[in-house]
């Protein structure tokens, strides 16, 4: 399997990433890009949001998450790209692919990667308003939930 | 031998330093006791630690339960749940 794993400031190329994978010579290619939502907070709307990385714990990280991705599913390739700093409004966060010879593999390991990204990955997301106040993300109950489907599918067996 | 302590998101900025090297008594077993004797020091301290079921740790680079011991750890990390993706 054909895997790659970036934690970087810079921005990243979709197109250029989703061709690697294509050119594996499987079926097909499966992706999620998150991007920056733009808020309707009371505060004056969101102006950026900054992610703050652990040096050294974050890509190691992404990388034992990918290679359980790679361990439950037959995939040929996977691409995992995660930014951090400071991020406008549209700007692109994170994204996760993955090449297999059947859609289903694909998109399953794809969904598994953000799932656990979210949950997994030591990242914290801080939202910054346009008033020039900020606030700590805290963990959705629904991330946390879909996170842990996966250990639960897992433990039975199941994709 | 010292313990090189990092501390993140609103953990970082409660206590005013993204980390140090800390030499606890011999008493602190664990994450969670590590946690009581940090927060002893009052101030930011206390503020970022006063309820450490809000708190997730790694040791040496690897996520940890607070009942994690602490023995050989050489870097030691305080946060808040994670939130990227």
Redesign the interface.
Known sequence: MSVRVLVQQADFDVGGELARLEALGGGGVASFT?VVRGGDDERGGLDALH??A?P??TQ??LEDLAGQAGARWPLLGLTLI?RYGTLSVGER??LVAAAARHRAAALAACSFL??S??????????ERFADGSSR????TVV?VAAASLWDASAEHGRP | MGIDMLYFAWVREAIGRDGETIEPPAGVGDVAALIAWLAARGGGYATAFADPARLRCAIDQRFAALAAPIAGATEIALFPPVTGG
Do not use: C, N, S
Not at chain 1, 117 to 126: D, E, G, V
Not at chain 1, 136 to 139: A, L, S, V
């Open positions: 998150g992610l703050e652990y050294g714990m190691r990280a995660h966060i994170v953000i799932d990204t979210k949950t997994r990955a030591p990242f914290w997301k801080q700590w993300i805290e963990p991330d």
